[in-house]
């Protein structure tokens, strides 16, 4: 069982939005800014997606955004593309005594 | 450009060790926190391990605390972790990745340990 909580997937239409939650608690995303989101095609190594809730890394399409509220951390993608389609991972700093770093169990989102 | 290349996996007998390297290229490496993940075939993304630039503070997931090692040689732009007393449950592709503040920033290809009699 994954520290944080996602669904375990999404699907939408290209052209439309959809929103990914992750939710933890007031030990990781809610008590910390450090919330990350990773993008992973099959075969691949993870991609940086949004760092620090909510920026973007030169390269990431500004489809791509990221926010917080409580202990729930949301990535939003816009415009839907067939390359979206990927499993995505929320991660967060932990200041838990059995951990430092935890990840979501990760999301499938299809392109339908 | 960013290179973390992640090498030294392989089939080993519940048990045994192995160690994983990891070369790093294009960044100041004795600069950054490097970290071992691993995900297991057909599931999820797991942190194992962390070291601080300079490799004087560690830090490992209670799975594999006391059995793994983490470890790194700046003037070799090289991370390590050495792994002890395998299980099944290790069984993964281990990425590097390296740290900019509170996320990863650049990750490995990985490098698939298959722990199996």
């Known amino acids: 069982q994954s520290a944080l909580t996602q669904p375990a997937s999404v699907s939408g239409s290209p052209g439309q939005s959809i929103t990914i939650s992750c939710t933890g608690t007031?030990?990781?995303?809610?008590?910390?800014?450090?919330v990350s989101w990773y993008q992973q095609h099959p075969g691949k190594a993870p991609k940086l997606m949004i760092y620090?809730?909510?920026n973007r890394p030169s390269g990431v399409s500004n489809r791509f955004s990221g926010s917080k509220s409580g202990n729930t951390a949301s990535l939003t993608i816009s415009g839907l593309q067939a390359e979206d389609e990927a499993d995505y991972y929320c991660s967060s700093y932990t200041s838990s005594s059995t951990s430092y770093w935890v990840f979501g169990g990760g999301t499938k989102l299809t392109v339908l | 450009e960013v290179q973390l290349v992640e090498s030294g996996g392989g089939l080993v007998q519940p048990g045994g060790s192995l160690r994983l390297s990891c070369a790093a290229s294009?960044?100041?490496?004795?600069?950054?926190?490097m970290h071992w993940v691993r995900q297991a075939p057909g599931k999820g993304l797991v942190w194992v391990s962390r070291i601080n630039s300079d490799g004087s503070s560690t830090s490992y997931a209670d799975s594999v605390k006391g059995r793994f090692t983490i470890s790194r040689d700046n003037a070799k732009n090289t991370l390590y972790l050495q792994m002890n007393s395998l299980r099944a449950e290790d069984t993964a592709v281990y990425y590097c990745?390296?740290?900019?503040?509170?996320?990863?920033?650049?990750w490995g290809q990985g490098t698939l340990v298959t722990v199996s009699s």
């Open positions: 007031s030990s990781d995303v809610g008590g910390y800014n450090y």
């Open positions: 294009g960044f100041t490496f004795s600069s950054y926190w």
């Open positions: 620090d809730v909510s």
């Open positions: 990745a390296s740290f900019s503040g509170w996320y990863a920033a650049y």
